[in-house]
């Protein structure tokens, strides 16, 4: 947690204001907050289904400071099962659609949940079938429940717990990109997740009449808080839930809803942009005020093609779910918002960029981004030892991007210096990946890497060195393998190389430089 001088002064400064998440709900009673297909739901009436699943769930045994694994997708339930959360002070962790029994049995056995709740089928996935990996905690099903709990079975009278949380207590875990394993665990505070969602909305122009398009699975950070959903809560505006990000089932909606702003990854801007030039009669896509770019680095030949061919404003956004979060402003100039990924939220995020020994770099120069803040973290959650690493003794995130600073503040991304994967704003840590490699019998050895991708930025390749007397491993093999052992689809390897040994640096490493090279010069050739 932060240190007592800084909440302080952050309390001083106005951007903890000691509200909870809860108390997004407290007004707009009339007006609608989220629609779904045919059903809107307006704040009066998410607020009493929230509270009244509270006391559902409270009856069932859930309590303050308990873990809850949340894996919903973009459905009007997931609304109410977070909120009778923030309610009771349990902690949602927030899984994506497209994880699987690995990432499922990670979560709820290292936090110790108490319950699952998730969905019944979604995209031709049954997920009721993620029960066993749930271990002791509680399946509870959105939908048709099968042998599970029904979702649908616990909304109770909302006479629940007066004991709700405090504002500096944490709301929630939220996934971490990380590069090592799998992801570490983000505790975000009620005061400092708000200051966030707050100037998010400010910043991104939020009024009572927009419309917000939730596209990305709405428990992504980007989803969540940038201004995303909860940013729409905090103005009294309208969510819009698509259930696919597809131009077929997205343009309607916008032209049909009167949407204002919307939030994707590079690649769906890059899809959204070929399917409206290509198509003979233009969508109504007039309404459209914002599209936000993030998650990756939008490139800036695509960047330059938004307005003219969707008639709208681009903002670029660079953040993280540990905290730091860089917007484009809607009034900066193009030379700005085509060619950098904005500046920080606020006027107390401290941001350092260093060099390989830790000595500041002038503007315009590469270096390691690391930051603090009022809305950044100060460590993982019970990750004692990684967090020793992730942090400098005086509370800065190394991030591990590479950025340059520009004049004004202004963030311009370079790269990564961790081994992690962005796959399309998914982000895969190489090493969770050869772990799981490593167990296939044919497996002796694996280098998981980058591979540059004009659609989704990266892709990944395995090398893999095989075991002596065993033939080689194909790729279909062991993506079939990667799959039954639950692993998400987004992290199977794209490419596989096999090797008979692997390149080897000065200290006696695996050579991922060498590897991408050779990919690159064989791909080329």
Known sequence: MWPDSFAARYRALGYWTGQT?????????????????????????????????????????VRRGDRVVVQLPNVAEYFDVIFALFRLGALPVFALPAHRSAEIGYFCSHTEAVAFITTDVHEGFDHRTLAPAAGKATTIVAGDPGAHLALSS?????????????????????????????????????????????????????????????????AHNFTMSSPGVLGVLHAGAR?????????????????????????????????????????PQKPDLSSLQV???????????????????????????????????????????DEIVLHTQGRP????????????????????????????????????????????????????????????????????????????????????????????????PAVHDVAVVAVPDPYLGERTCAFVVARAGAPAPTLPALRTYLRERGLAAYKIPDKLRVL?????????????????????????G
């Open 500 to 524: 008979d040994a692997f390149p080897i640096t000065g200290v006696g490493k695996v050579s991922r430089r060498e590897l991408r090279a050779a990919l690159a010069a064989t791909e080329k």
């Open 345 to 440: 939220i606020s006027p107390d995020d401290e941001v350092l960029i260093v060099d390989d020994a830790g000595e500041p770099v002038p503007d315009g120069t590469v270096g390691h981004l690391l930051t603090r803040g009022p809305y950044t973290i100060r460590g993982y959650w019970r990750a004692e030892e990684h967090n020793r690493e992730a942090f400098t003794p005086d509370g800065f995130y190394r991030t591990g991007d590479l950025v340059r600073r520009q004049a004004g503040g202004y963030l311009v991304v370079e790269g990564r210096a961790k081994d992690q994967i962005n796959r399309g704003g998914e982000k895969i840590a190489a090493e969770e990946v050869e772990n799981h490699l490593l167990t296939h």
């Open 291 to 333: 599209l936000q770019v993030g998650g990756a680095k939008l490139a800036d030949t695509i960047a330059e093609r938004v307005g003219p061919i969707l008639g709208c404003r681009l903002q670029q956004v660079f953040g993280m779910a540990e905290g730091l979060v860089n917007y484009t402003r809607l009034d900066d100039p």
């Open 239 to 279: 969510i819009v839930l698509a259930r696919r990000p597809d131009p077929a089932t997205v343009l309607p909606l916008i032209a049909v809803e009167r949407v204002t702003i919307t939030a994707v990854v590079p690649p769906l801007a890059h899809l959204w942009l070929d399917a409206v030039a290509g198509m």
């Open 154 to 218: 616990l909304y109770a009278d909302p006479a629940g717990p007066d004991d709700g949380p405090e504002s500096h207590e944490v709301a929630f875990l939220q996934l971490s990109g990380g590069s090592t394993g799998l992801p570490k665990l983000i505790p975000r505070t009620h005061d400092d997740y708000l200051y966030s969602v707050r100037a998010s909305a400010e910043i991104c122009g939020l009024t009572a009449d927009s419309v917000y398009l939730a596209v990305l699975p709405v």
């Open 21 to 61: 998440l809860f108390d997004l709900l407290g007004s707009h009673a009339d007006s609608v907050a989220v629609v779904d297909g045919d059903r809107e739901v307006t704040y009066a009436q998410l607020r009493d289904r929230a509270s009244r699943l509270a006391a559902g769930l409270h009856n069932l045994g």
